[in-house]
Nanobody
Framework: QVQLAESGGGSVQAGGSLRLSCAAS????????TGWFRQAPGKEREGVAF???????SYADSVKGRFTVSRDNAKNTLYLQMNSLKPEDTAMYYC???????????????????????WGQGTQVTVSS
């Protein structure tokens, strides 16, 4: 019902910026709380940033103040602006939609990744020092 496709990843030096995009089809982001997750090799997948149906956002402490999640409802596209990148930000980044039940961005911070139903294929972000 929801198809997601990430893009915008790449290699960047520490302190640089990237903007990730996640294009959706089959539904609209405005109807769901949507999240950005990341996973580094050998590490657990973790939630990074979330935006709910009302446009409210939330962030993991590790990225707060550096990353900004936004949404373009007309284009049905989700974005993650990543500034002041650090080597520890290196990971595969995924966008995801839980589908149900509805939740706020604040609530999403405590929901584990495996409860999300729809996932993109991921885009790699590599940050070098």
């Amino acid at each position: 019902q929801v198809q997601l496709a990430e893009s915008g990843g790449g290699s960047v030096q520490a302190g640089g910026s990237l903007r990730l995009s996640c294009a959706a089809s089959g539904s609209t982001y405005s109807s769901y709380c949507t999240g950005w997750f990341r996973q580094a090799p050998g590490k657990e997948r973790e939630g990074v940033a979330f935006i709910d149906r009302d446009g409210s956002t939330s962030y993991a402490d590790s990225v707060k103040g550096r990353f900004t999640v936004s949404r373009d409802n007309a284009k049905n596209t989700l974005y993650l602006q990543m500034n002041s990148l650090k080597p520890e930000d290196t990971a595969m980044y995924y966008c995801a939609v839980r589908g149900s039940p509805a939740m706020t961005a604040i609530q999403a911070l405590r929901v584990p990744w495996w409860l999300y139903k729809y996932w993109g294929q991921g885009t790699q972000v590599t940050v070098s020092s």
